[in-house]
């Protein structure tokens, strides 16, 4: 039977990890342990929980106990299933939540480097992008655009942050992942076989059709911050400088967007997309 427990006393500590941990204070709340994140709406927490990842509680919306949410806590046991109506969940979280569906969940160890890049022959490699919005939007890409992993720089914002995982629709949870440990670690990718191409603007830089970069056996695509763009000693070190051809005087696109155009292009290696 599942847990409910209705919502009166806002100053539970079973609550804090909705209404006062922020999501550093909850990504380290269990060191040395991996810590907590938070799940938001029915699509996202159903993905982690496919994925594995172990959930401590609910908060829901009333409305959603019998409707979407009602699969998910059958999944998730006798953990305690918090609820109350919108405007309550507002005051507590200090935000509407999506679909009317938080879960806290407990993170995993993160693989290495290696493990996550030992099958692939594309990924993303992101450095230094500090939107979670942009982070999940280019996870949500990287999974459906042909990209096999993903690797971020320390300074990156977590995907597994409340909105990274949102924007992503629970991509993060499908696609393999993990932080590198120097900045961007274009040595590694080169020992493990891969050509690297720096999506960066330059008057060496080839199109993002180029034929001997489209038939690289193993590409890394290599995507820089927000504004400044990539390092320049980034782009010294990778193989290719890359540029997405524009018109009417545009000289660059969002982060994400150019992502979406770059995982198309250069996916389609070893996708039929």
């Known amino acids: 039977m599942p847990n409910i427990i209705e919502i009166t006393d806002f100053s539970s ?44 509680s609910l908060l829901l919306e009333h409305r959603h106990i019998s409707g979407e949410a009602g699969e998910i806590i059958a999944r998730c046991g006798e953990i305690p299933v918090f609820a109350a109506e919108s405007e ?17 969940m407990r993170r995993s160890s993160l693989p290495s480097v290696e493990e996550v890049c030992r099958e692939a022959r594309r990924i993303a490699v992101l450095e230094n992008v500090v939107n979670p919005t942009n982070v999940g939007a280019i996870f949500r890409s990287a999974a459906a655009l042909g990209m096999e992993a993903v690797l ?19 991509t993060v949870f499908q696609i393999p992942w993990t932080y590198m440990d120097d900045e961007p670690g274009i040595g590694i990718l080169k020992k493990m076989g891969f050509r690297t ?13 180029d034929p001997q970069l489209m ?8 995507l820089g911050t927000e504004g400044d763009g990539l390092a320049a000693s980034t782009i ?18 969002n982060v994400a967007a150019a992502s979406a155009v770059a995982f198309w292009q250069l996916g389609r290696r070893d996708k039929n997309i």
Do not use: W
């Open 13 to 56: 500590p079973q609550l804090d990890v909705y209404a006062r941990l922020s999501e550093v204070q909850l990504r380290r709340c269990c060191e040395p342990q991996p810590g907590l994140f938070i799940a938001e709406s029915p699509k996202v927490i159903e993905r982690a929980l496919d994925a594995g990842y172990e959930p401590v």
């Open 88 to 104: 309550v969940l507002v005051r507590l979280t200090g935000f509407q939540l999506t679909r009317g569906a938080l879960c806290a």
């Open 152 to 170: 971020l720089t320390p300074a990156c914002s977590d995907p597994l942050y409340r909105r990274a995982a949102r924007v992503s629709m629970g």
């Open 197 to 209: 191409a720096a999506m960066a603007l330059s008057d060496n830089a080839v199109n993002i059709d």
């Open 215 to 222: 038939a690289e056996e193993k590409l890394a695509v290599v």
């Open 236 to 253: 010294a070190d990778c193989d290719y400088t890359v540029c997405i051809p524009m018109s009417h005087g545009v000289d660059s696109l």
